[in-house]
């Protein structure tokens, strides 16, 4: 970019100096005036190869992998369950096993904004089905994530204010 601005201030002052006429310093004078090129023609090319010294831009943090995760509601002891997440741009699909009284499975879905994942959560134990929204937020280093959820039985808007968390870990 300085490049290209210096370029551009030179095109322009020697447009100056050819109207004023301070193109040589001997010989015989001009007696036409000379058109002036438009500085964008006058501008040389800008240079697109990669600088030594460039970076590339940074990728957006990603929820994919594989999360040892825990999770606790209310007084009840934490769970602890393994999380794979897959991520598709910004749409994010996951599931979960834990044990508990027998083989709980579950399933996320959400969207991707910057390093925040909301969506919902959904899990079936002993032929009954439980849901909900969840928050999860990535921390700068992308190991880890904080979050928390609620149940669908619970008030709306409970995922402000409930203590209930969900925390991870990447394997």
């Known amino acids: 970019m300085k490049h290209a601005v210096f370029i551009l201030l030179a095109g322009i002052a020697c447009i100056f100096m050819i109207i004023a006429g301070c193109t040589s310093s001997s010989g015989t004078a001009i007696t036409t005036a000379p058109t002036a090129t438009p500085a964008a023609t006058t501008a040389a090319p800008v240079d697109t190869t990669a600088q030594p ?3 590339a831009a940074t990728p957006a943090p990603s929820f994919a992998g594989n999360w040892n995760a825990t999770w606790k509601s209310g007084s ?3 769970i602890v369950s ?4 897959e ?3 910004n749409a994010v699909t996951g599931t979960y096993t834990y044990f508990a009284a027998g083989n709980v499975t579950g399933a996320i ?3 991707v904004e910057g390093s925040r994942l909301t969506g ?8 009954t089905t439980y849901s909900g929204p969840l928050a999860f ?3 700068g ?3 880890s994530f904080t979050g928390k959820w609620a149940s669908s039985t619970d008030a709306s808007g409970a995922i402000n204010t409930t203590a209930d968390y969900w925390n991870g870990v990447r394997v």
């Not at 393994?82 to 997440?85: E, F, L, P, Q, S």
Request: avoid cysteine; charge should be negative; proline fraction near 0%.
């Open 141 to 143: 280093d992308a190991k």
């Open 87 to 89: 991520q598709t741009g």
């Open 76 to 78: 009840d002891a934490a």
């Open 137 to 139: 937020t990535l921390s």
């Open 82 to 85: 393994v999380i794979h997440i």
């Open 120 to 127: 919902t959560w959904n899990e079936t134990a002993a032929n």
């Open 109 to 111: 879905r959400g969207i």
């Open 53 to 55: 010294n460039a970076t």
